[in-house]
């Protein structure tokens, strides 16, 4: 008699399985459509151009989209357009195979950016900053010619801390990618509709359906990007310290001024002692829940000293 395998106790069975998968949908669901509301990313008569460049956080964008689209109280469009950036070897055929089974009306934007990033950035150099620039313009110039209202970009929250540790580091300010701007060229409006959702909830997420992921050849080698760093410290400190990235990413939603060093931010000329209680007053570091108990009940008795004064 065979002895039983040890490691089907530890596999999900397929009702399992079918659980976590429908929760993984509805949290996916509730996540965007928070951020959708919380930042006004859609309006009735909207159309919006879904940029789906063959990776798991635009497939999974286009997903939830066409989900929330079927119970919203508005209507919108949704048209998907892919950059053909000229790679060797891009299978063409994937995506718009992908997008006729679905049945979602597409565009095609075919523009050779990968001769030009190879013309121009040394053997070894980091192409993400040349490349993302040349993507966006293409894609604008699309946007304008399909009459969209809105440009919708598959950036999740671990793009979002990403981006500000590398402005923070790298580039010497705070900034990070906002849920909703208006382009560089001042007339398209860019939406992150993944802006709560995480990274690796989308990982789970393009395994369970099975999505054709097609990857970068142009940069998706090139190991030692600040951005994989970023990603690496923050994954260890996720794993080191529960909880650090959740409160990072909570911080940038409560952003205070009068609190950090930007003059065009905050009037500190103007500032002055009124004698009153201030809620924003200087406490250095923000009380913790057991420190702000503690000091409620505690009686801080005033002693009178003397101050010596020369003759």
């Excluded at 635009?58 to 079927?70: I, P």
């Excluded at 060797?88 to 979602?104: D, H, M, R, S, W």
């Excluded at 990982?203 to 030692?224: H, K, M, V, W």
């Excluded at 931010?265 to 004698?275: I, M, Q, R």
Aim: aromatic share 8%; hydrophobic share 40%; proline share 6%.
């Amino acid at each position: 008699m065979n002895a039983p395998d040890p490691s089907a106790a530890r596999k999900p069975s397929a009702e399992r399985r079918r659980i976590e998968a429908n929760k993984l949908d509805k949290r996916l669901a509730r996540l965007t459509g928070q951020a959708i509301a919380d930042f006004d990313m859609i309006s009735e008569g909207d159309r919006i151009m879904v940029c789906l460049s063959g990776g798991k956080d635009s497939y999974g964008l286009l997903d939830v989209l066409m989900k929330l689209r079927e119970r919203a109280p508005i209507s919108f469009e949704l048209i998907a357009v892919n950059m053909d950036q000229g790679q060797p070897g891009f299978p063409k055929e994937v995506i718009p195979a992908y997008l006729t089974k679905l049945g979602v009306p597409f565009h095609i934007v075919n523009q050779d950016t990968y001769s030009v990033v190879k013309r121009i950035i040394p053997e070894g150099k980091t192409t993400c900053s040349l490349c993302s620039r040349l993507r966006r313009g293409a894609l604008y110039s699309a946007a304008s010619a399909l009459g969209v209202t809105k440009i919708a970009l598959g950036h999740h929250r671990d793009d979002i801390l990403e981006t500000f540790f590398l402005n923070l580091f790298f580039g010497g300010k705070l900034k990070s990618m906002p849920p909703k701007l208006v382009s560089d060229d001042g007339r398209h409006v860019v939406i992150r509709p993944l802006a709560y959702v995480r990274e690796r909830d989308l990982e789970t997420y393009a395994e369970l359906r099975a999505f054709p992921i097609i990857p970068c050849d142009l940069c998706g080698s090139q190991e030692n990007l600040q951005r994989k760093q970023i990603k690496l410290m923050l994954r260890d400190w996720e794993k080191r310290f529960p909880g650090r990235v959740e409160t990072i990413f909570n911080s940038l939603q409560r952003v205070n001024p009068s609190h950090l060093l930007d003059r065009s931010l905050f009037d500190f000329a103007a500032v002055k002692a009124t004698g009153h209680a201030e809620p924003d007053g200087d406490l250095a570091f923000d009380d913790d829940e057991e420190l702000s108990a503690a000091t409620a009940t505690t009686t801080v008795t005033m002693v009178p000293f003397d101050i010596p004064v020369r003759s």
